[in-house]
């Protein structure tokens, strides 16, 4: 006995107005069907069979998964007909989770409650919700004794039927043997002329079986995204639960609703993170860590007691502790920075490693350096480290002083202690705890007179 979870995700999605097909549309950078093959990861199940359609090929481009096999369902003939394009994907006594592409958010111990409902007396489970807007939505329809009759959809309702708040999220679990006896059974004698899936319920019912349900904690869980709308609403409403839940984690956050994760965010304690910042890829985030208003943080890591000032951008950057950054630095990947280094306004680093306590505090550009300890470089200095071919490598002692204005010009080694006149174009290696500098005698002539205006 296998768990196989079929994620419907075949659907065109119009209402997107887009060349996106729905399923790829963005939740916090991720394509909505990716989220639910996560999801359907975290239940470690056997295989998940996603039923593609529309922009087939680019829906397999862009999503990944273990176990993860595609299935086409050329013709979109209903939720049902997209279960059946499935069937060789289970056996008999599988249990089959029946997920939607463009449902993104539903909760893992949600499913788990799920599908402990089935067994071999209850082959069919449902995930239901009361809603006070129950519209559009399949209705749960219930007898005397709140047994589940059948889901009766929208537009082949009865006025009674239309009041019944609770619905259908369309996730079910049911065993593969009757699921696919249900399915061969289908019709689509309805107002759509669609194959409904939600028709094997009532085929349950009346084969004997109670149909068990259960309902998701947060609403948000079984919102389902069908236009531009819905999805920025449904993005909201998501950062806003990752911002709850970082603040759980004990981060000060100035304003919840002006951050935005879109990836994985770890933090130590007592981190402070002002507004409007954002945090993509993997971010890990030491004790004491204070993150300035409107910065951007790309795959990095930073350790205890670092302030990244505002309006930075970092990535691909691994940042030591008592490490000072921005405002407005750019760190680009691959960037070093060791304990309490400084990188200042206006300063671009590229693939550089900064030593311990070193500082490139205004103006500057270090790319493809190694950079010692306790190093000064002066407002406005550059590595040229690009010769229009091949890119090359600029190494600086510990404890050098770089005077302002000054262009590295790589491969370059500058020894430890040296100093660096300002001015200078360095092109040859600089002597250790030497100065060195490149610059014309300064002149004055004595006696020059200032031009005078010419009468016209
Ligand atoms: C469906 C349910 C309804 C439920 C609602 C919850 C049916 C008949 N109705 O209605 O009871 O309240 O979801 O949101 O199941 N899809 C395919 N192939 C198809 C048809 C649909 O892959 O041939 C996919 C769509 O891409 C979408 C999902 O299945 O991801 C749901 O289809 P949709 O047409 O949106 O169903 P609803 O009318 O919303
Ligand atoms: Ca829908």
Request: proline share 3%; charged share 20%.
């Amino acid at each position: 006995m296998a768990l196989k979870v079929v994620i419907l995700a075949a659907g065109k999605g119009t209402r997107m107005r887009s060349k996106l097909p729905k399923v790829l549309q963005p939740l916090a950078q991720k394509p909505l069907l990716q989220h639910v093959i996560d999801t359907a990861q975290q239940l470690h199940c056997d295989e998940v069979i996603a039923v593609i359609g529309h922009g087939a090929e680019s829906v397999k481009l862009h999503v990944t998964g273990d176990n993860l096999v595609f299935t086409l369902q050329e013709q979109q003939l209903g939720t049902g007909h997209a279960v059946v394009m499935a069937n060789d994907f289970y056996s008999d006594n599988d249990t089959v989770l029946i997920l939607y592409g463009d449902v993104p958010l539903t909760a893992k111990k949600t499913l788990e409650d799920l599908l402990s409902l089935v067994d071999e007396k209850h082959p069919l489970a449902l995930l239901t919700i009361t809603l006070d807007d129950s519209s559009g939505y399949g209705r749960i329809v219930r007898d005397q004794h709140r047994s589940v009759q059948a889901i009766v959809e929208q537009k082949d309702a009865t006025l009674d039927q239309l009041l019944i708040k609770e619905v259908n999220t369309g996730i079910m679990a049911v065993k593969g043997a009757l699921l696919r006896s249900w399915l061969a059974a289908l019709k689509n004698s309805n107002a759509q002329g669609e194959y409904y899936l939600t028709d094997i319920i009532a085929m349950a019912v009346k084969d004997g079986y109670s149909v068990p349900t259960t309902q998701p904690v947060h609403e948000m869980e079984v919102l389902g995204v069908n236009d531009k709308l819905q999805l920025q609403s449904l993005e909201r409403k998501y950062q806003r639960t990752l911002a709850n839940a970082l603040m759980d984690q004990g981060a000060t956050l100035i304003d919840a609703n002006r951050l935005d994760i879109r990836g994985d965010v770890t933090i130590g304690q007592d981190v402070l993170i002002d507004a409007d910042v954002i945090f993509e890829g993997r971010v890990v985030l030491g004790e004491n860590v204070e993150i300035g208003a409107h910065c951007i943080l790309k795959n990095v890591t930073i350790a205890d007691n670092t302030i990244i000032h505002p309006f930075s951008h970092v990535e691909g950057s691994v940042i030591g502790n008592d490490c000072i950054v921005g405002p407005y630095a750019r760190l680009r990947p691959g960037t070093e920075l060791a304990e309490r280094a400084r990188v200042g306004n206006f300063v671009e680093t590229k693939k550089s490693k900064i030593g311990s306590g070193s500082k490139i505090s205004h103006l500057s550009y270090i790319g493809d350096t190694i950079m010692g300890a306790g190093v000064n470089i002066g407002a406005g200095t550059i590595t040229c480290n690009y010769d229009g071919v091949n890119k090359h490598r600029t190494v600086i002692g510990d404890n050098v002083f770089i005077g302002s204005d000054s262009q590295l010009v790589a491969p370059v080694i500058i020894g430890a202690g040296a100093t660096i006149g300002a001015g200078s174009t360095i092109t040859k290696d600089a002597d250790a705890n030497e100065l060195t500098l490149s610059r014309s005698k300064q002149l004055t002539l004595k006696g020059w007179s200032k031009p005078v205006k010419k009468p016209k």
